[in-house]
């Protein structure tokens, strides 16, 4: 990316602080317990994660270990191609998966580089955001020649963080007291994607952000990080922000804005951000599980009461997530359509 430029300067209030000392740790949630009395356990904590954090960590989750380190291997060679190689499947507004170095958060640059890819190829997704408007396109994958085991990989590490996904959705669901597979019936077309990360050394790391702050749209995010670290959290109580602290082999995972309006703000969505560093190179893997493009999202009524009525209105998630990806494009915030503009009036 060569010398830094100012077009990746964040706000002064929005500049990373680094600090000697850990505040305070998310939880770390084996998910390999057998025992009822253990299954209840893990569905306690998720549920109080969600609440407090919105994040949490999982171990011995089942997708298996050579899969995500073979990935992770391709990831850095296809990132370490040059630029030409890389723009062969640079994505554009026509085609939004592919290769990209210019995603802006928040209308400021992020310090990164990434590669898109759909879990199902071909996708459909709305075309417009018009209200008036039904009609759908169709998204397909593009996919480098090299390294040559790319696609394979990919798509085999994607199948599997799906699994892990769908068995988080119904711990989920049985930490709310629903039956397990309450909310499955919103993923039967789902538009999930997947993205490969690589944030390069940066000289002015106390200046610039591998990602700016956001929260994620969809229901949840499964993320797989390395070694080196770099991603934040602001916690749900005062705002504070704090590292996620690397665990071999774990998963990172984060509720997003669908879970926190069907739970009427139970659980809860969290702003999270990526640090970068001087001196060494980050990659990260997250998997994005989003609903079906069809699919109304609103509090779920058997979470609503007199006490507790609805916090949001009704509204398509497609189209949600249409306005938010060609917002992308237009530089604009990521988040120029946000929950908070479907909260319900007081």
């Known amino acids: 990316m060569g010398e830094i430029d100012p077009s990746f300067f964040q706000d002064l209030e929005q500049r990373p602080k680094f600090r000697p000392t850990q505040l305070e740790e998310i939880p770390v949630i084996d998910l390999s317990v057998s025992s009822s009395n253990g299954i209840q356990e893990v569905i306690s904590k998720i549920g109080e994660a969600c609440k407090k954090y919105g994040f949490f960590q999982v171990i011995n989750h089942g997708v298996p270990v050579e899969l995500r380190q073979e990935t992770e291997k391709v990831a850095k060679e296809f990132f370490d191609q040059s630029l030409e190689e890389k723009g062969k499947v640079q994505r554009n507004e026509v085609d939004p998966m592919g290769y990209h170095d210019s995603e802006h958060t928040k209308n400021i640059r992020d310090w990164k580089e990434v590669f898109d890819y759909l879990v199902l190829d071909p ?8 209200p008036h408007d039904n009609e759908l396109r169709t998204l397909t994958n593009q996919w480098p020649q090299y390294p040559s085991q790319f696609r394979g990989l990919c798509q085999e590490y994607a199948k599997q963080v799906e699994k892990l996904a769908f068995k988080l959705l119904e711990l989920i669901c049985l930490s709310l007291g629903l039956p397990a597979d309450r909310l499955n019936g919103y993923f039967k077309d789902q538009i999930s994607f997947a993205r490969l990360n690589h944030y390069p050394p940066c000289p002015a790391p106390h200046l610039a952000l591998g990602v700016g702050r956001h929260k994620d749209g969809g229901a949840l995010t499964v993320l797989a990080q390395d070694d080196v670290g770099g991603l934040e959290i602001a916690l749900r109580s005062d705002g504070e922000w704090v590292p996620v602290k690397p665990i071999p082999n774990a998963f990172i995972i984060n509720i997003g804005n669908c879970m926190q309006v069907w739970t009427n703000d139970l659980y809860w969505s969290a702003e999270h951000r990526v640090v970068v560093n001087s001196q060494k190179e980050r990659f990260s893997m997250p998997f994005f599980f989003f609903p079906s493009h069809y699919v109304q999202i609103k509090p779920l009524d058997e979470l609503l009461n007199q006490q507790n009525p609805p916090k949001y209105e009704e509204f398509n998630w497609g189209k949600f997530f249409a306005s938010r ?17 479907f909260k319900a009036s007081e």
Do not use: G, M
């Not at 996708?123 to 018009?130: E, K, Q, R, W």
């Not at 990806?325 to 503009?341: A, G, L, M, P």
């Open 325 to 341: 990806n060609r917002s992308d494009y237009k530089k604009q915030e990521k988040e120029n359509i946000q929950i908070d503009h």
């Open 123 to 130: 996708t459909l997704v709305p075309a417009s955001d018009d």
